[in-house]
């Protein structure tokens, strides 16, 4: 009994994809590099803080640089073509970002906490503070942003 003709696994691949630096430049694809540099932003500044409430920041630190790590993965493999074998990559990505968003949102509101509690001590780890709370929220809106529009696109 033969085995039926199978496409190769590249036929799979969504068509609306662009290649390249195309990429970065259509939605919803474009989200990626606000993420990247809006998350770097986070975990910089609260590492650059005096920790008042470890357990707190700790969970901020965790969400900005593990997200930070797979969002760059996610990127590498729609620059290397990754996500041409697998049917359901777009579900993939759209949960990866919606559930990304909302840990991020968490981590947000634990920072903006922090923020609070640290407005009677130093001044400048207020500032800071203020600052990584700023990109928290932002950073959150560009997850949540990739993940609506990838999931309607």
Excluded: C
């Excluded at 579900?91 to 990866?96: C, E, G, I, P, Q």
Aim: net charge negative.
């Amino acid at each position: 009994m033969a085995a039926p003709d199978l496409p190769p696994a590249t036929s799979y691949a969504p068509p609306d994809v662009p290649s390249g630096v195309a990429l970065l430049l259509s939605i919803p694809y474009a989200f990626f590099l606000p993420e990247l540099v809006f998350g770097f932003w986070v975990w910089i500044l609260v590492a650059a803080t005096q920790v008042a409430n470890p357990l707190l920041q700790g969970w901020v630190m965790y969400v900005s640089l593990t997200s930070f790590l797979f969002s760059l993965m996610f990127l590498l493999s729609y620059f290397i073509g990754f996500y041409k074998r697998f049917d359901s990559w777009r579900v993939l990505d759209s949960l990866y970002h919606g559930t990304t968003g909302i840990l991020y949102m968490s981590a947000a509101v634990l920072q903006a906490h922090a923020t609070i509690v640290s407005e009677h001590s130093d001044l400048k780890n207020y500032y800071v503070n203020t600052a990584a709370s700023f990109f928290a929220f932002i950073t959150t809106l560009m997850y949540i942003l990739h993940a609506f529009s990838i999931y309607y696109h």
